[in-house]
């Protein structure tokens, strides 16, 4: 039976970033707009955290039962690793979706925003179908692609608009920013487990790329930022401290391009959530006080 702290470790604390970035960027937006309020960010910040850790709980439910997470280089797996049983992380999975989808549900009739239900029922079918399902997209190199669109793109516009009702350009270069780092946790994982994702037919978009155009990418992801990071800058002078959280990614990227592999790996996860987190609360910052 798994143990509280291997449960905590399932749930994959380190991609916490990629749910708390989009939201406190969005609020910045929003507060730019003279439209922030306190328990809409709550709201979008709780569907936010369930959603991510119950993609999370899914993904180690539909890996483990398939078998691709039994020689496995990172974090533990609680099913993988046989410390849980499989229908145990899957009531975890579904309990933190149903979190997510209620959560949303209140804010959607809280806000009168009703559109966004839509949305909503986009992102709980992206978190099962990831790994879930006969033909799981996360094995045919879309995850990258999701995570943009639904931790980047949807997470940020959708605070925003659920604030302030309304969406501008400084939102959707922050939906960019976001969505390329939080895209660079996914590749770097996937960079990571190529070997092992290969053997198992698990075709990533790392797997598909290969090692040094998956390293490229990552690079490339960063470069974006930093430009939109620019670009709001010039707009809003303050928005280039967030320069500052880009210095984060210096050792990050010297280890994706130096060839790293295996576990030397793992601490860019870290280092580009943690980074995208500072990100996020920088721009907020200086686009609150703009």
């Given amino acids: 039976m798994a143990t509280v702290a291997e449960w905590i470790e399932g749930a994959r604390p380190r991609t916490l970033p990629n749910a708390l970035a989009p939201v406190i960027a969005g609020s910045g937006v929003a507060a730019q707009l003279d439209a922030?309020?306190?328990?809409?960010?709550?709201?979008?910040?709780?569907?936010?955290?369930?959603?991510i850790i119950g993609v999370n709980f899914a993904n180690d439910?539909?890996?483990?039962?398939?078998?691709?997470?039994a020689d496995r280089v990172g974090p533990l797996r609680l099913v993988g690793s046989g410390a849980a049983q499989p229908i145990q992380?899957?009531?975890?999975?579904?309990?933190c979706l149903g979190v997510a989808a209620?959560?949303?549900?209140?804010?959607?009739?809280?806000t009168g925003h009703w559109r966004l239900l839509l949305l909503g029922g986009m992102c709980l079918a992206?978190?099962?179908?990831?790994?879930?399902?006969?033909?799981?997209y996360g094995y045919s190199g879309f995850g990258e692609v999701a995570v943009f669109v639904f931790f980047g793109l949807a997470a940020?516009?959708?605070?925003?608009?659920?604030?302030?009702?309304?969406?501008?350009?400084?939102?959707?270069?922050?939906?960019?920013a976001i969505g390329g780092l939080s895209s660079g946790v996914l590749v770097a994982n996937n960079l990571r487990d190529i070997p092992?994702?290969?053997?198992?037919?698990k075709r990533t978009l790392a797997v598909l790329l290969g090692d040094r155009r998956t390293r490229l990418l990552y690079v490339a992801l960063v470069v974006v930022t930093a430009l939109l990071t620019v670009a709001l800058g010039l707009a809003h002078p303050l928005a280039f401290i967030a320069?500052?959280?880009?210095?984060?990614?210096?050792?990050?990227?010297?280890t994706m391009v130096s060839g790293r592999t295996g576990l030397e790996l793992v601490p860019v996860l870290r280092d580009t959530g943690l980074a995208m987190l500072a990100w996020s609360l920088l721009t907020a910052a200086a686009l609150t006080l703009a």
Avoid at 41 to 51: D, E, W
Avoid at 89 to 95: G, P, R
Wanted: aromatic share 10%; hydrophobic share 60%; net charge neutral.
């Fill in 61 to 69: 439910y539909s890996d483990g039962v398939r078998g691709t997470d």
């Fill in 102 to 110: 209620v959560s949303g549900l209140v804010l959607v009739v809280a």
């Fill in 36 to 51: 922030f309020s306190w328990w809409r960010m709550l709201l979008a910040l709780l569907v936010a955290l369930s959603l």
């Fill in 243 to 254: 320069l500052a959280a880009l210095l984060l990614l210096v050792k990050p990227v010297h």
């Fill in 126 to 136: 992206a978190a099962w179908f990831y790994t879930g399902g006969r033909k799981p």
């Fill in 89 to 95: 992380v899957l009531t975890a999975a579904v309990s």
């Fill in 156 to 176: 940020v516009l959708g605070t925003v608009y659920v604030q302030a009702g309304a969406v501008t350009w400084e939102a959707v270069a922050c939906a960019v």
């Fill in 196 to 201: 092992t994702d290969a053997e198992s037919g």
